[in-house]
């Protein structure tokens, strides 16, 4: 154990060793991370909160992490005490980008697989970019503490997978404590040293970015060549937008404030700013005078895959929904929105995200943070149709599909890896043709485990395709995909219509061949959902004036309580002003009354939403 | 709800003015039935130290001396009673000497109205023409013979106990005694075909009361047949099955001479209605006895403790056995007299509208669910159509403005 830590800015490089963990949700990584700074000495274990690292509610629940953070442990291996940054690595499917960036600020990365489960999907994607990005690998099996865990076995999967010997893969328990010692030393022996140009203008890179109520925006930052100093002017890159210094630090686990960050350091910046868009993910922070002429690369600017419009159930609480995403705005750079209206729906956004996880934790949070009841619609990429007289129209939303006639339409596809035991390839393979995928490639992990590589439009899999996966797979497989780009394809706008009313929420694009499934889908869903009315209501599907699926509700023909209640007036009097209150929540299309419930039920992937907007 | 039951003074003033009535609850069954959600024990659900069968009408006679005395206590004359019905539960489950002693308390505590309606339910197996006899010389005036349907399997399911051949019996004896005869029908039974309703509806025009009831099944949360319908063993009709039974109901029961008064209700003649029961929609006073039973005074509604032994202590040591009660603000009293008086054939007077009920009234007439000539007549009135009957809610709710 090394009690005289290093101090910042004045650390040589050669006794840095910057890592992160790799590892898929629940295998461990947190409880890894916890003891680590727990032996170190960082955190005594009365202080220690559990899955310290995670700080929002919601990842503690679900058990993920969405910002990563930096720690800068002290570590003695034979009399040289060294300084250990462990960065965290956001661990979803939607943050393969912020991944990339994390990755990029280390020079070796563990590799942890749950010795009961081997390895996931998402866990080999981030490895494959380890990998790409040359960092040096330490492989890892941890929970060896469990009953189920089969060490043997999985570590000559990973052996196979990065190419060393299986008796070099290291066992460890985060719950117990066993081997993290050794894999501390490992990790002083085996992950090179940071490498810069002490004397070169400042350039520091931004692996992550987060708004503080108290303190505006703090910056983590890896520093690759000179030094930045407190007090003076800093530039980001990108904006050539330039900021004081407020204040320098390094994580160990609070903030505490340095003299500076040298060459190979890892700490975060404070300059005051409100936005998490003035301080991006990539960029490259340098001097604002004297700077670097060169931004380190690999910046990109986040780019919204997926659409949604999200609608306050009570129409009323729109200012509340401005207001909670102008704040979330504040920390989370790839978030864009802008006012949308649905005559079935009302006032809203028009919301995109990274992904479809990322739109799951903005809606939670905007729900459970800031107390609103909402309503999705269904999830949309982004299209580019072009007409005939060769305009190109960028449609996010179905409702901006043009009118007239369509010469062509592309849409987004992406790259899969689905992981899955081998018994499970014909499902997978039925799913994913019956998603439009293209199969690239198949490998085997191990005689049990296989890897396939689909394209897939990506408009077939943020709807329900991992719930589909995981059924088809007893749970089993993991997913995960990165962009790959556009293809041409049959698409078109199927619109919903109630008594020849078109319900915008409900209108979608989808594959030629599946626009029938979805128009008898929907106008079945509907039909259950929608209360009968005085008088009968059409319901259909159409593409364009072509209806192409219809259902009827038939008018109703009694409502009348005629139960005898003796002298009970009180109850049929509530019973009425129950129906009343439920009267509130009807939203009109044309003179048809639908309940709110009915356009959550009929927009959830669901199904047994169904069930509950009956009741 | 005050410990001992008293009324805001204003109560006085209706009391003085309407009519009064008494409804009896007798909480107590044989078996309970799958389908029932009233307040009614069975004497193996009440056990050794429930409130004893014997003993109920002590209890009941007790509330009706504190009924007296809180009525007193508004400074209102002690009204005289114009209807009285004993309900269940299963009435006759008491010996009909202690029904006769508990009307006689009622007549001690406040006198029957000469002409008074004196009803009581029953169940047409305990109906004898030995107990019919003792009922009329006690002074009842009518008996309600819970028949539900004729068709046995429907019986069953409804988990009634009676022989279908018991209610004509019954009929005859009740019609010996020189009693009215009322007859309860229970329609959209899970498994009742269209010709099963039918059978039932003829076989009970065929006994020739003089008042029938027809109600909806309604399928309750907590009974054993909802519990049946949750777990898929019986199936409900379909929404259109009980409309359709109403409408065939309707047109049997006018074909056969009755005419209906209240939307679940009809009669041969207009003597031959349950003025208790109109009583309710009426918005009149009435005090309720018993575990359970519901009272309304002068815009004051409350309701007792249900469990027999714990009405019986209550009462027994003086205290009111009221478990909550309601003083309905005006707001609420107008949404109760045009959700009650829309219910009634006689329609609802336009005069006790507001301006949004009266501006609803055309739309209504024009959809067909108020009958036109009772809209335009002298005293216009908001009177149901057939399919207004059907949809009484939705016009509640239009003449509410919800």
């Excluded at chain 1, 000495?41 to 310290?52: F, I, P, S």
Aim: hydrophobic share 40%; net charge negative.
């Amino acid at each position: 154990m090394a009690r005289n830590a290093l101090q910042p800015a004045a650390t040589p490089p050669d006794l840095i060793r910057n890592f992160c963990i790799i590892a898929h949700i629940d295998h461990g990584k947190s409880t890894l991370a916890d003891r680590m700074l727990q032996i170190t000495g960082v955190v005594d274990e009365r202080a220690m909160r559990a899955q310290y690292l995670d700080r929002m509610d919601i990842e503690r629940e679900r058990g993920i992490t969405i910002k990563s953070q930096a720690v800068r442990m002290p570590w003695q291996l034979e009399e040289q005490t060294f300084c250990l940054n462990m960065i965290d690595t956001p661990g979803h499917v939607d943050f393969t980008y912020e991944v990339s960036r994390s990755l990029a600020a280390c020079e070796g990365a563990v590799l942890l697989v749950d010795a009961a489960q081997g390895i996931e999907a998402q866990t080999l994607a981030n490895l494959y970019l380890a990998m790409e990005n040359d960092l040096t690998i330490i492989p890892v099996l941890n929970k060896i503490d469990l009953p189920a865990a089969q060490p043997e076995r999985y570590a000559e999967e990973l052996a196979g997978l990065i190419g060393c010997d299986p008796g070099d893969v290291l066992k460890v328990s985060g719950k117990t404590g066993v081997g993290v010692e050794e894999l501390l030393d490992e990790i002083v022996r085996q992950f090179p040293s940071p490498v810069g140009d002490a004397d070169a203008p400042a350039r520091a890179m931004i692996f992550d970015s987060v708004y503080d109520t108290y303190r505006g925006v703090v910056t983590y930052v890896r520093v690759v060549d000179g030094e930045l100093k407190p007090r003076e002017r800093i530039e980001m890159m990108s904006t050539r937008a330039t900021h004081e210094l407020l204040e320098i630090g390094v994580i160990s686990p609070e903030p505490v404030p340095a003299k500076g960050l040298g060459v190979g350091e890892v700490g975060y910046l404070i300059t005051g700013v409100k936005d998490v868009r003035q301080s991006r993910v990539g960029d490259t922070v340098t001097a604002a005078r004297d700077g670097a002429t060169e931004p380190l690369g690999g910046y990109q600017d986040p780019k919204p895959m997926v659409f949604s419009g999200l609608y306050p159930i009570d129409g009323s609480d729109y200012p509340i929904l401005r207001d909670a995403l102008d704040k979330l705005k504040l920390n989370d750079a790839a978030l864009v929105y802008e006012p949308e209206t649905s005559a079935a729906l009302g006032f809203g956004f028009r919301v995109g995200f990274l992904g479809m996880l990322h739109l799951e934790i903005v809606r939670e949070r905007l729900e459970r943070e800031f107390d609103l009841d909402l309503i999705s619609t269904l999830p949309s990429v982004v299209y580019e149709v072009t007409l005939d007289d060769e305009r190109t129209v960028t449609v996010t939303n179905p409702s901006e599909f043009p009118e007239g006639k369509v010469a062509s339409i592309t849409e987004p596809v992406v790259r899969a890896t689905i992981l899955a035991p081998s018994e499970f390839i014909g499902s997978i393979m039925e799913l994913c043709q019956s998603r439009r995928g293209n199969l690239l490639g198949m490998d085997y992990l191990s005689p049990e485990r296989v890897e396939m590589r689909y394209t897939l439009p990506l408009a077939e899999i943020v709807f329900d395709f991992f719930d589909a996966l995981k059924s088809k797979t007893r749970g089993y497989a993991s997913l995960d995909y990165e962009p790959d780009g556009e293809q041409t394809a049959d698409l078109v706008k199927v619109d919903v219509l109630l008594q020849g009313d078109k319900v915008d929420a409900f209108s979608t694009i989808v594959h030629r061949d599946k626009a029938y499934a979805y128009g008898v889908m929907m106008a079945g869903k509907l039909k259950d959902l929608i209360p009968r009315q005085q008088f009968e209501v059409p319901i259909q599907a159409a593409i364009g004036s072509r209806v192409i699926a219809r259902e009827t509700i038939r008018a109703i023909r009694k409502d009348v309580l005629a139960k005898c209640y003796g002298g009970d007036i009180s109850r049929k009097r509530k019973l009425l002003e129950k129906q009343k209150e439920g009267k509130k929540r009807m939203k009109m299309v044309g003179s048809v009354e639908v309940p709110q419930e009915a356009f959550i039920a009929a927009l959830s992937q669901d199904g047994s939403a169904v069930e509950k907007a009956k009741k | 709800m005050p410990v001992d039951g008293a009324l805001p003074a204003h109560t006085a003033t209706s009391l003085s003015t309407r009519q009064f009535g008494i409804y009896l609850h007798v909480p107590f069954c044989r078996v309970r039935c799958g389908y029932c959600d009233f307040n009614t024990y069975t004497l193996a659900e009440l056990g050794p130290h429930g409130a004893g069968v014997s003993s109920y009408a002590d209890a009941a006679l007790a509330e009706l001396a504190l009924a007296r005395d809180v009525i007193e206590r508004t400074g209102a004359a002690v009204p005289q009673v114009s209807t009285v019905f004993v309900g269940g539960g299963t009435p006759t489950m008491l010996a009909a000497a202690d029904l006769n002693r508990m009307l006689a308390g009622i007549r001690d505590a406040f006198g029957l109205l000469p002409g008074a309606e004196v009803t009581t339910e029953a169940n047409p197996d305990t109906i004898t023409p030995e107990v019919a006899k003792t009922l009329t010389a006690g002074g009842f005036t009518r008996i309600s013979l819970g028949m539900q349907s004729s068709v046995p399997h429907v019986l069953r399911t409804l988990e009634r106990t009676h022989d279908p051949a018991g209610v004509a019996r019954a009929v005859q004896a009740v019609r010996d005694a020189g009693l009215q005869v009322s007859l309860d029908l229970i329609y959209g039974t899970p498994g009742e075909t269209h010709d099963d309703w039918r059978r039932s509806i003829d076989d009970a025009i065929a006994l020739a009361p003089d008042h029938l009831s027809a109600y909806a099944l309604v399928v309750e949360e907590g009974t054993k047949l909802a519990a049946q319908v949750r777990r898929g063993q019986v199936r409900m009709p379909d929404d259109d099955d009980e409309a359709n039974k109403y409408e065939l109901a309707e047109t049997a029961l006018a074909a056969a001479g009755f005419e209906w008064y209240e939307i679940s209700n009809w009669s041969r003649t207009t003597d031959g209605r349950c003025r208790h029961n109109e009583s309710y929609w009426r918005g009149d006073n009435w005090w309720g006895i018993g575990p359970g039973a519901h009272s309304h005074i002068g815009g004051v509604r409350w309701w007792n403790v249900k469990h027999p032994a714990a009405y019986a202590n209550r009462v027994l040591a003086g205290d009111s056995p009221g478990a909550g009660r309601e003083l309905l603000t005006p707001d609420q009293t107008y949404d109760e007299t045009v959700l009650l008086g829309v219910r009634l054939a006689e329609g609802l007077p336009l005069t006790h509208l507001d301006d949004t009920g009266r501006a609803a009234i055309p739309a209504l007439v024009a959809d067909g669910l108020l009958d036109q000539s009772a809209a335009a007549a002298p005293a216009p009135a908001a009177r149901l159509t057939l399919r207004g009957r059907l949809l009484a809610d939705t016009v509640v709710r239009r003449l509410l403005g919800w």
